[in-house]
């Protein structure tokens, strides 16, 4: 059987070796903006062959001589056809335009990669505009709540940017910015995301059936791509909203041949907040307070084109949330003494990415692109009290400060090359090797105690933590996409990876193999098989994002995730206006770490592997999607029916007794509808409604008797019953969001009145739920006693009620 | 300071909370029925003594539990019935047979109402403590410093009257494994004194330790409890003979010459003992005191919800038993440790 396999492959390459062909290649571009389209359909209706461009516009398709008929397609643009004689190798670079019957479109999963046609399923292409118009909270636009809408992805708490997939973790997920991997992708707890979308060209989803040139995360892929920025003329949009502005400017660099692209914004609800807190401060008598709290990104991306066949990119991304504070805690001045304590807080996190990249067509059939990445997360946390108290009898004077310092983070750097190679007409080839040099700062922790007391100075100087863990992290990977014939196309590959940490080394060999099987011009059915492991993992306690979060190294004892997943689907277009999908998956993955019972990582990574057992989790379901691209109404449905267990079982691994319990993210149903009109140029409404069962929680249903424990009595003579972790189910969520557009063609641009409704009916949703116990004391005049009661419920707290937001932009 | 970052955080989500709503809802999860709450701690050579409740659902305002004194309890040794347990009142059971040490005993109670609950345990073995050595560290000096209020003067006087010397008493306490056995142990540090009047004082030390056997997984900064009821296992030793690093820190003073000491200030004992304890104590009772250890330093919002360890079957609660390992330590009187 392998044999034949062998022999069969082999007969395919020499077939098309043999014949006479000549290659076709070139990049696709937008031809307004110069940005280079990804992944845009390249077919040649004679032959029955096709292709699509690369991330860089780069297509390659290798052809018979002869007559061909080449069409380029991406929907929103005008298809270009291109017929001739094919007798030598030819570059054609394409500029599409937006099809004036189609601009209004709105559009998902659009490509052919991932369409009825490719092999590529589970996985979505979320284009800009499209998460643009998707309301958002405090009409603040969010890519990554953007993708929660999809079907398989589910959100974590209520107005969160949390990110499941497929019943992974939230660590699961490898967020890549320009090829770039990024650690923190929240900002203000988790309730933004850290990708400005405003500096965004392009957004691929993949939760399964993973490509083999992807490595290192069980769950998904977000792959994000920058804008180049356009060669002609200046361009960029402002905006303003009411928790930050935004800006955003593109254009040429000295010539045509250099572009670059910035974007930035800030939130400004402390510089808002500044005149309150010090007027305040002056009516109590407290002197000079300042507290606050801010984030802002900033993209920037240049490029450069020598020629078509060099390019250079550079692009950088920063990004913070600030904490600060300065304010008097504590005084009080009296005849014989005085005291004053004040606070100083600075705390700040965030990350830093850097790429270059160099994009060489080494010959019209072989693309190689060579990237040098730096990326850096860190939290770095101060806390200063001083304390001056002052005494005239007995006469002593002592000044105290304290302050505790806190450093953390994860820094990386990488180099890695890719190459295309169209290899035959029916095959195309990727493969490369990327290298990652990884430094883990897993916590320390400096306090430092100096006290004057009566010109006795006394110094204390801890510092706590672990040393720095370096790791590196090789990977290889290849994956062929060969079409077998008009029905079968095969992409099948192989990833290779080798993690080095504290002097052992974890290897993982990765197969890859997705099918499509076309039964007819518009269904197709398709499966794939993907293998993934994960050499870090995020330490996390609460259900929202942290900056004391802390990413570490898998280690001596903690072995790599691994997860298989299986998935199989249906696509199908319905006459080029709805396309349908329906896929299953069933994913197991083992060496899975949960947090022990009780376990903390608030503030330290110290002995976090006694913190964790390792485990099994298996998740499998159903997800639906119908989407509707063309037309002034577009939009989609979709529908997810899921489960996902996990089993802690291993002898000193017990978690619930060594039972299965639901993982953190189980839930059952999903559902999201989003839709947008379009009624003219002016006005333009969207709606996102979503409902899906309860998270689940635990919940402990009984309360007894607990004795003392002797010789150190703990005092609780009360303790909590809790028969299963995740025993207990929040109320369902559901929520309706609504936004309109206003524009206005001015002078020199377009202006937009944003008005969005989050939350439009007021849905009390859970944030999260604890027993609140209420006491109520009544004066009985007859016994001349108070009397308490006491009343317990179960109480759910709601962070977002109905919140109304307006922003203004203009685009020019 | 110490807690300070876990202080900030929790203001922080405080905040988050403020600007939040809180509505009462119905509880829809499956509504568990009481259950019986069986507690016991045996040792050899001890009295039984079992103690029986009833739980409480948890949104019960009722916050006193339900004694259960008319249940029937019965002890079987090695699974043969030795005899019903008497009821002596406030939900405690005692029996007359005294158990050995190697005995798997089990108890049953039955009640009309909640049912029959069960729950064994193995008395477990005494263990070999062949010596434990001791040595001091000096850790800090500080000067002895008295105030007093100097009415001719009309100002506070302080005074020098000698130095405070910290130190560290450092045990290793030997202890020998039993092979083939997975042994587990729970440390205790008692200090005994004999009084001048005639009594006999026991009281509890708390004691550091930095010995592999309790984890690393401590977070100096926040988890201050890290460990405290001092279990741990003989994962690294199993079958042979272990060195146990304990610490107990402890004062000296020398007055200055001319410093008449106060009566209240000499001591009221003429000897003192540390006594050291290695408790040999069941799996149940180990998993009980890890997951009572991870409730007390449960921080809601921050932490993993903890599942109370219990081996009682058809209800709640905890049979463990221990046994206890003592070597005994003469301290000199000029050691003041608290």
Known sequence: ???????????????????????????????????????????????????????????????????????????????????????????????????????????????????????????????????????????????????????????????????????????????????????????????????????????????????????????????????????????????????????????????????????????????????????????????????????????????????????????????????????????????????????????????????????????????????????????????????????????????????????????????????????????????????????????????????????????????????????????????????????????????????????????????????????????????????????????????????????????????????????????????????????????????????????????????????????????????????????????WVGYTLAKSDRLFNKPGNELNNGKEFPAKYDRRHDLSIVLSHKFSKKIDVAGTWIYSTGNCGSLALQNYYAPAIDGYNSYNESISHLSQRNNYRLPDYHRLDLSVNFHKQKKHGTRTWNLSVYNAYNQKNPFLVYVKTTYDSQFDPTSNTYTTKSKKELTKVTIFTIIPSISYSYHF | MKTSIKHYLLILIAGVICFSCETAIEFNGDTSADLMVLNSFLSPDSVISVHLSKSNFFLDDNETFTLINDAQVKLFVNDELKETLTSKGQGIYEAIYLPKTGERIKLTASHSKYGQIEAQTLVEKYIRISSCDTSSVATETTPLVNYYYDYERQKTIIDTVGTNYQNNLNFKVNIADSAGYKNYYRAKVYLAKFMKNGDYVVTTLYFDSNDLVFGTAKDEVVDENSNRYNVFNDDIFDGKNYGLSLSIPYNTYAYDEDYEIPDYEKPDYYKQEIIVDIESISKSLYLYLKTREAADNYIEFFSEPVQIYTNVENGIGILGSKTSNQKRVTVPLSYEIN
Not at chain 1, 251 to 265: C, D, H, V, Y
Not at chain 1, 340 to 369: C, D, P, Q, V, Y
Not at chain 1, 617 to 634: C, D, M, R
């Open chain 1, 1 to 635: 059987m392998k044999k034949s396999l062998i022999l069969f492959a082999f007969t395919i390459i020499l077939t098309n070796l043999l014949a006479q062909n000549h290659t076709i290649s070139g990049y696709i571009k937008d031809g307004k903006n110069n940005e280079t389209l990804i992944n845009c359909s390249v077919f040649d209706g004679i032959n029955r062959l096709g292709t699509v461009s690369n991330n860089y516009g780069f297509y390659s398709i290798t052809l018979p001589k002869g007559v061909v008929d080449l069409s380029f397609s991406y929907v929103g643009y005008g298809p270009i056809n291109k017929r001739f004689t094919l007798t030598r190798d030819t570059i054609i670079n394409i500029n599409m335009q937006e099809s004036l019957e189609l601009q209004e479109v709105t559009v998902v999963a659009n490509h052919r990669d991932m369409g009825v046609k490719g092999t590529q399923m589970s996985a979505i292409d979320v284009p800009v505009t499209l998460i643009k118009s998707v309301p958002a909270l405090f009409g603040e636009t969010d890519v990554l709540k953007a993708l929660q809408l999809l079907p398989g992805v589910q959100a974590g708490t209520e107005g969160s940017s949390g990110f499941y997939v497929r019943g992974g973790g939230p660590d699961e997920n490898l967020f890549l910015l320009d090829g770039v991997p990024i650690y923190n992708v929240n900002h203000m707890g988790g309730f933004f995301s850290v990708f400005n979308a405003d500096a965004l060209k392009n957004v691929t989803l993949y939760k399964g059936d993973f490509p083999a040139r992807f490595g290192g995360r069980l769950s998904s892929v977000v792959d994000l791509q920058m804008k180049d920025g356009n060669p002609y003329k200046l361009h960029g949009n402002f905006s303003i909203g009411l928790i930050s502005s935004k800006i955003n400017l593109e254009g040429p660099l000295l010539s045509s041949k250099t572009t670059f692209n910035l974007s930035a914004r800030r939130t400004y609800y402390d510089l808002l907040m500044q005149p309150f807190i010090k007027i305040y401060s002056k009516q109590e008598g407290l002197g000079n307070n300042s507290a606050g709290y801010y984030f802002y990104d900033v993209n920037a991306k240049i490029t450069h084109t020598f020629s078509d066949r060099d390019k250079l990119f550079v692009s950088a991304y920063m990004g913070d949330d600030v904490i600060y504070a300065n304010m008097i805690q504590d005084e009080y001045e009296s005849t014989n003494s005085s005291y004053e304590s004040r606070l100083k807080m600075n705390w700040n996190w965030g990350n830093l990415i850097t790429a270059i990249r160099w994009n060489h067509l080494i010959n019209n059939k072989l693309f190689m692109n060579t990237t040098g990445t730096f990326t850096r997360y860190r939290f770095d946390m101060g806390i200063g009290v001083t304390e001056h108290e002052t005494n005239i009898d007995p006469p002593s004077k002592t000044s105290t400060n304290s302050t505790v310092k806190y450093n953390s983070g994860i820094t990386d750097f990488g180099l890695k090359t890719d190459f295309d190679y169209s290899l035959t007409p029916n095959q195309d080839v990727k493969f490369g090797v990327n290298l990652s040099n990884h430094t883990f700062r897993p916590g320390v922790q400096v306090v430092k105690i100096n006290t004057v007391s009566d010109n006795i100075t006394e110094n204390n100087d801890t510092t706590l933590g672990n040393a720095n863990i370096h790791a590196n992290e090789l990977a290889l990977y290849i994956e062929d996409n060969i079409t077998l014939n008009s029905i079968f196309k095969i992409n099948a590959g192989l990833h290779y990876s080798a993690f080095w940490v504290q002097g052992k080394a974890y290897q993982s060999l990765e197969p890859r193999a997705s099918i499509r099987a076309m039964i007819s011009s518009n269904l197709s059915a398709k499966a794939g098989y993907a293998v993934m492991s994960q050499n870090v993992h995020l330490l996390s306690n609460s259900n929202i994002s942290l900056p004391t979060d802390l990413w570490v190294p898998v280690t001596k004892r903690i072995s790599p995730m691994k997860s298989h997943q299986i998935s199989a689907g249906l696509f199908y277009n319905f006459k080029n206006f709805i396309d349908f999908s329906v896929e299953g998956y069933y994913k197991t993955m083992k060496n899975l770490i949960e947090y022990k019972d009780g376990a903390s990582f608030m503030d330290s990574g110290t002995g976090w592997e006694d913190k964790v057992s390792l485990g099994e989790g298996k998740s499998y379901g159903v997800e639906f999607l119908a989407q509707k691209n063309l037309g002034k109404t577009t939009g």
